[in-house]
T-cell receptor
């Protein structure tokens, strides 16, 4: 059974810092990995999708990397802003394409 | 529509009553999923629909939970004889073809059983 772990569970940084969120998974036979953002009381917003054949994806100040063989992904946020404060979730898609397994999330607070 | 739409956004019900939660996926998306997010917990998979195939119900926690998808579009999640432990945010997602493509989530329905 796939297990996804995110470290740290919570992170507080001053505005302007670059930061890295970590995601690890136990079964490397994945189809893709997706990073989401969740604001309090809201649904999930898709940030980046990395297919298993890819090493990284970039969108604006966000860069996600994937090392499938070691079961790891990182989400890099450059020049963090208070508006980046949210919970960040990584989710791993299985090869059958019918399941996304989520990590517990990292709750990020960026202080002005 | 522009995104995945869920209704109601909030639902308070008495223990023992039945509830129905609705999900309108993005037009043209053949895959639809229901997840549950309990307070302080991660997202728990409930059920998966792909086109006209039989749904994957492996995540439904009990036989009080059921879901259907009519015409390959709108889905309804029904919880019978609700219990307090059913209180959670129920999230629906859709994707073009399974989770091989990007999944888009709705805003969720917050269910409170009192």
């Amino acid at each position: 059974k796939q297990e996804v772990t995110q470290i740290p569970a919570a992170l507080s940084v001053p505005e302007g810092e670059n930061l890295v969120l970590n995601c690890s998974f136990t079964d490397s036979a994945i189809y893709n990995l997706q990073w989401f953002r969740q604001d309090p009381g809201k649904g999930l917003t898709s940030l980046l999708l990395i297919q298993s054949s890819q090493r990284e994806q970039t969108s604006g100040r966000l860069n996600a990397s994937l090392d499938k063989s070691s079961g790891r992904s990182t989400l890099y946020i450059a020049a963090s802003q208070p508006g980046d404060s949210a919970t960040y979730l990584c989710a791993v898609g299985n090869n059958a394409g019918n399941m996304l397994t989520f990590g517990g999330g990292t709750r990020l607070m960026v202080k002005p | 529509g522009a995104g995945v739409s869920q209704s109601p956004s909030n639902k308070v019900t008495e223990k023992g009553k039945d509830v129905e939660l609705r999900c309108d996926p993005i037009s043209g998306h053949t895959a639809l999923y229901w997840y549950r997010q309990s307070l302080g917990q991660g997202l728990e998979f409930l059920i998966y629909f792909q086109g006209n195939s039989a749904p994957d119900k492996s995540g439904l926690p009990s036989d009080r939970f059921s879901a259907e998808r009519t015409g390959g579009s709108v889905s309804t999640l029904t919880i019978q004889r609700t219990q307090q432990e059913d209180s959670a945010v129920y999230l629906c997602a859709s994707s073009l073809v399974g989770f091989g493509t990007e999944a888009f989530f709705g805003q969720g329905t917050r269910l409170t059983v009192v």
